[in-house]
């Protein structure tokens, strides 16, 4: 059974620094990508940033020069450096692994930063 473990949550002043991770385990089909989503209270859940097999990376506008994803293949971990932290930050992150065959997510990270 695949396990998305999230941690490196917390509280944080603006302008503060976190770094979110995410271990996975159980997958046996090729990851295509990992990736970072968050949801806010009352909002419906975004994308933050995602990272392919390959390296490419996509990112939300909103997190452009700010947040930085990477992975470790072998270790099947995907990071979220995340700077300059703002208070429209604040959420649930949730990490998420595309498969050749299904979508997995993990139980989600609280973050909230204080102004």
């Known amino acids: 059974q695949v396990q998305l473990v999230e941690s490196g949550g917390g509280l944080v002043q603006a302008g503060g620094s976190l770094r979110l991770s995410c271990a996975g385990s159980?997958?046996?089909?090729?990851?295509?990508?990992m990736g970072w989503y968050r949801q806010a209270p009352g909002k419906q859940r975004e994308l933050v940033a995602v990272?392919?097999?390959?390296?490419?990376?996509i990112y939300a506008d909103s997190v452009k020069g700010r947040f930085t994803i990477s992975r470790d293949n072998a270790e099947n971990t995907v990071y979220l450096q995340m700077n300059s932290m703002k208070p429209e930050d604040t959420a649930v992150y949730y990490c998420?692994?595309?498969?050749?065959?299904?979508?997995?997510w993990g139980q989600g990270t609280q973050v909230i930063v204080s102004s």
């Open positions: 998420k692994q595309e498969t050749v065959r299904n979508d997995y």
């Open positions: 990272i392919s097999s390959g390296g490419v990376t």
């Open positions: 159980g997958n046996t089909f090729s990851i295509i990508a």
